[in-house]
């Protein structure tokens, strides 16, 4: 049965009316350091609801926090706008700058590189989602030992057409591939503990599979779903539309080799190769024993087929043994990032983040 809170209205920074989800499970929750990470595009309209909204949801968390936004090479005035509004609320607000669109996973890619929690958040910078239910996700997290809790808009604000049947055919066909329960993997509202999120990166369009992606480092035993508020947009335009869906079929494709061969795709390639070798060798020897009995093979079809699915056997043994190789430059070696900063990240006092120590500056909850 769905929470009637999940109905409520976005928090504003004077909207103190409006209560979170009750927390019912008075376990504490163990010490940790959260970071919130928001990629933006051209979201000059909501760069200060944004700051004001986290600030607001988290005043009184009782753990040291920071909001890491990403400006995704906006052309706006976003990451301007959001530099501007940052450096007065204080210097747990940091704003990563790109260099250009590098595209919503990218950003999210670079705010989990900047980030300096063990806990990260990530959401969305339209304010669909409610920064509110942060707290739930992170407590549930930690109290719980999982390395993942997903947010499920199961009241969602988005049109039906063009948003929730895509959605909901899109998380449908993600399941059945990936094996995984979620019901809204396009849901940005995610906890990860910092350690196992760190542990893959994020290129295409894989910021909506990031659960199938951990499920090739941790077990599924360790992820969770939560259902959250969700909003509809009310200012600017969703930068994203039907246009991304065969990136997506394509990145899923992609998704389900890694999680079934990602440490041996040569068996994967190696049985496709065998299984042709040796249907071809069965078939030019069916040809050599015809040829021994006197009959003229030259002109068969079978002939042609057989020399080429034996050809096509060889190739995909041979793409086996490389794929091999390639995956163990892939493990071994650091893997380059797939976007360029505009200089170091800042805080709000346009501190480059390498300058300033990781002890206790820039946090909210800790003295500077």
């Not at 376990?27 to 909204?53: F, K, Q, T, W």
């Not at 893959?200 to 969770?224: C, F, K, N």
């Not at 200012?235 to 041996?264: I, W």
Request: hydrophobic letters at 45%; glycine letters at 10%.
């Amino acid at each position: 049965m769905t929470d009637l809170s999940l109905n409520t209205p976005l928090a504003r920074p004077d909207d103190t009316a409006q209560p979170a989800p009750l927390d019912h499970d008075s376990r504490p929750v163990p010490a940790h350091r959260l970071s919130v990470v928001v990629p933006m595009y051209n979201e000059v309209g909501n760069a200060a609801r944004l700051i004001d909204a986290v600030q607001s949801a988290l005043a009184g968390y009782a753990q040291p926090w920071e909001l890491v936004v990403v400006d995704d090479g906006s052309r706006d005035g976003t990451g301007a706008a959001l530099q501007r509004h940052a450096a007065t609320v204080g210097p747990h607000i940091r704003v990563v700058r790109l260099a250009r669109n590098f595209r919503q996973t990218a950003a999210m890619q670079a705010g989990i590189d900047a980030a300096r929690g063990d806990v990260i958040v990530t959401m969305d910078g339209d304010l669909q989602n409610d920064p509110r239910d942060i707290p739930a996700l992170v407590a549930r997290l930690l109290r719980e030992d999982l390395d993942i809790v997903a947010g499920w808009r199961v009241d969602r604000q988005d049109g039906f057409w063009l948003r929730k049947l895509p959605s909901k055919l899109a998380n449908r066909l993600i399941r059945r591939i990936t094996q995984l329960p979620f019901h809204d993997l396009g849901c940005s509202l995610k906890a990860f503990r910092t350690s196992v999120l760190r542990e893959v990166r994020l290129y295409g369009e894989m910021h909506r599979y990031i659960p199938a992606w951990l499920s090739t480092v941790t077990s599924q035993d360790r992820m969770g779903e939560q259902p959250v508020r969700h909003h509809a947009r009310t200012v600017g335009t969703s930068k994203y539309g039907l246009s991304r869906t065969l990136r997506v079929v394509v990145d899923l494709l992609a998704v389900s080799f890694f999680q079934r061969y990602a440490a041996r795709p040569g068996h994967f390639f190696g049985v496709i190769g065998l299984i042709l070798s040796l249907g071809s060798l069965a078939v030019l020897g069916y040809l050599a024993v015809l040829k021994l009995m006197g009959q003229d093979v030259g002109a068969r079809p079978l002939l042609a087929l057989g020399f080429s699915g034996l050809l096509g056997g060889l190739q995909f043994l041979t793409t086996g043994v490389l794929a091999e190789l390639l995956i163990r430059i892939y493990y071994g070696a650091r893997h380059a990032s797939p976007y360029v900063l505009r200089g170091e990240p800042a805080d709000a006092n346009g501190t480059a983040g390498a300058a300033r120590s990781d002890d206790a500056a820039g946090w909210s909850g800790l003295p500077g």
